[in-house]
């Protein structure tokens, strides 16, 4: 007899059948105990396994993604409240909303897709991000993620070449089935220097256009005075 689903062998067991009976009779040692082999205790442990992990993925929900914040001055910290906020899914612009009287802004994005999501206000440079939204997801009810975000724009100068700027800032990875959200470090050590070279110039030049504006005032002062 061998059953290696339920138990081992009944080892040194007979099976008889006498002539004109229609009986089985067994005969088993009577230390026989319950010895899964190797083989089927393995088999057991990865069905266990593979059934909780059913379970869990059955279970589990995916997240979407909603991505909020404000949008400020770079020089000041004011809050921007003529900002516009353009989002482009895979290309193709979906949304766009001004900031509002508390320089806010929200939007809750698909799964799957990427993202460019564009800031802007009258006198200063566009600026952007994105964030590509691919992954596992699961099926049923989904939760969601929240991803703060503050844009700091600065104005605009004539005599300064700002387009660098129009290259994404950041990039960000949003895994559905975790609600994870990640940035590529790397891209960002990548843009970095050239980033900081740039607002270190744009900070001279607005601090001498501010001390030029305000030495203004005095030479009228003086210049009254001489009179």
């Known amino acids: ?35 899964p082999e190797a083989a089927h205790m393995a088999r057991t ?20 993604l909603r991505v909020r914040g404000v ?10 409240t003529d900002a516009l906020v353009r989002v482009y899914k895979d290309g193709v612009k979906q949304q766009a909303e001004q900031t509002g009287v ?3 802004y929200s939007f809750t994005l698909d799964n799957n897709a990427k993202y460019v ?8 440079q566009t600026k952007c991000f994105t964030i590509d939204t691919h992954g596992l997801e699961w099926e049923g009810e989904g939760g969601m993620k929240d991803l703060y975000v503050e844009m700091t724009l600065f104005q605009q100068l004539s005599d300064m070449d700002l387009s660098f700027f129009d290259m994404p ?17 790397d891209y960002d050590r ?16 607005m601090t001498a256009m501010a001390n030029a504006t305000s030495s203004i005032p005095k030479r009228r002062t003086q210049n009254d005075a001489a009179r």
């Open 1 to 35: 007899m061998n059953n290696d689903l339920l138990i081992d062998r009944l080892k040194n067991a007979r099976s008889t059948l006498d002539p004109g009976d229609h009986t089985t009779s067994f005969a088993t040692p009577p230390t026989g105990t319950y010895q």
């Open 45 to 64: 442990i990865k069905l266990a396994l593979l059934a909780l992990t059913c379970g869990l993925l059955n279970h589990a929900n995916a997240y979407n």
């Open 71 to 80: 949008v400020t001055e770079y020089l000041t910290g004011d809050l921007l």
């Open 102 to 104: 508390l320089g806010s």
């Open 117 to 124: 999501l564009r800031f802007s206000a009258p006198g200063h």
């Open 169 to 185: 800032m950041g990039m960000a990875f949003f895994e559905p089935a975790t609600g994870l959200v990640r940035w590529d470090t």
């Open 190 to 205: 990548r843009i970095r220097p050239e980033v900081q070279s740039l607002m270190i110039g744009y900070t001279r030049r």
